[in-house]
């Protein structure tokens, strides 16, 4: 079980919360289990969610485990550049 923080938007998609617990070994089964419980984040999911580890962004590693107790925080990735 990790402890997961919803940045910005995506706590309001997922019912106003900013904190979840998952059980998950990865990034992809962390999305998927994200999706299942919460179908509004699913859109964005799909688009792309930076993941910060203990401060380091994986953006397209859904292979990158998350180990227990780390620090983890999801983060709508911005357009524009």
């Known amino acids: 079980m990790v402890e997961v923080t919803l940045w ?4 309001a ?3 106003g ?3 979840v617990e998952i059980e998950a070994k990865d990034i992809r089964e962390l999305f998927r289990k ?3 419980q919460y179908p509004g ?3 964005l999911i799909e688009k792309g969610i930076a993941v ?3 401060g380091t962004i994986y953006r397209d590693t859904w292979s990158k485990e998350l180990p227990q107790g780390a620090e983890i925080f999801l983060l709508p990735r911005l357009a524009g550049g």
């Not at 910005?8 to 706590?11: C, D, K, R, T, V």
Request: glycine share 16%.
């Open 13 to 15: 998609l997922a019912g």
């Open 52 to 54: 910060a580890i203990d």
């Open 34 to 36: 994200l999706a299942e």
């Open 8 to 11: 910005g938007s995506l706590g």
């Open 41 to 43: 984040l699913e859109p």
């Open 17 to 19: 919360k900013s904190k």
